[in-house]
């Protein structure tokens, strides 16, 4: 835990769908696990969501699931701060397809927290924040490298 609130990292949030009942196979658990143990996040709510075809909706905790659903992922259990009230996991609910299953995870920026307290106690506070789709930066860089390529300086040297 961050030593005083004024040391906390920026806190994250996203939903992650599966097609199906679970969630993942285990497979994102690994990746999870490593950046808590570099003590780059710090895990501090997670809710598994399964909704089933009629739109019927199944809630988890970590401790409700076995080993073969989420890999390694226990590794967060006893830390976590249990930040979503039930109205959030209802509200995100609303974005799972029948049929499919869902992770939710809030996360602090462990890595960010240095950065953020030097900030405030520089009497800065944050004003706006946003994320970038990952597929439009992807999008980005293609466009610039196709007009780099069909800039008249790429012409002139045969590039």
Same mark, same amino acid.
């Given at each position: 835990?961050?030593?005083?609130?004024?040391? %906390?990292?920026?806190?994250? $949030?996203?939903?992650? !769908?599966?097609?199906?009942?679970?969630?993942?196979?285990?497979?994102?658990?690994?990746?999870? #696990?490593?950046?808590?143990?570099?003590?780059?996040?710090?895990? %501090?709510?997670?809710?598994?969501?399964?909704?089933? #075809?009629?739109? +019927?909706? @199944? +809630?988890?905790?970590? &401790?409700?699931?076995? *080993?073969? #659903?989420?890999?390694?992922?226990?590794? *967060?259990?006893?830390?976590?701060?249990?930040?979503?009230? !039930?109205?959030?996991?209802?509200?995100?609910? !609303?974005?799972?397809?029948?049929?499919? &299953?869902?992770?939710?995870?809030? $996360?602090?920026?462990? $890595?960010? *927290?240095?950065?953020?307290?030097?900030?405030?106690?520089?009497?800065?506070?944050?004003? *706006?924040?946003?994320?970038?789709?990952?597929?439009?930066?992807?999008?980005?860089?293609?466009?610039?490298? #196709?007009?780099?390529?069909? &800039?008249?300086?790429?012409?002139? @040297?045969?590039?």
């Amino acid at each position: 835990m961050a030593e005083t609130l004024d040391d %906390l990292g920026p806190v994250d $949030w996203l939903v992650v !769908e599966f097609p199906g009942p679970d969630f993942g196979k285990g497979q994102i658990a690994p990746f999870l #696990e490593d950046l808590v143990k570099r003590d780059l996040i710090r895990v %501090l709510d997670m809710v598994f969501l399964r909704k089933n #075809e009629d739109g +019927t909706l @199944e +809630t988890a905790e970590i &401790s409700d699931l076995d *080993a073969s #659903e989420l890999g390694e992922v226990r590794m *967060a259990e006893a830390d976590l701060a249990m930040v979503l009230s !039930e109205q959030d996991v209802m509200d995100l609910a !609303e974005t799972i397809a029948p049929g499919h &299953s869902a992770a939710v995870l809030v $996360w602090e920026n462990q $890595w960010a *927290a240095p950065f953020g307290a030097a900030v405030r106690k520089a009497g800065g506070q944050l004003v *706006a924040s946003g994320r970038i789709p990952t597929q439009a930066v992807i999008a980005a860089f293609e466009a610039d490298a #196709e007009a780099d390529a069909q &800039s008249p300086e790429a012409m002139k @040297e045969g590039i």
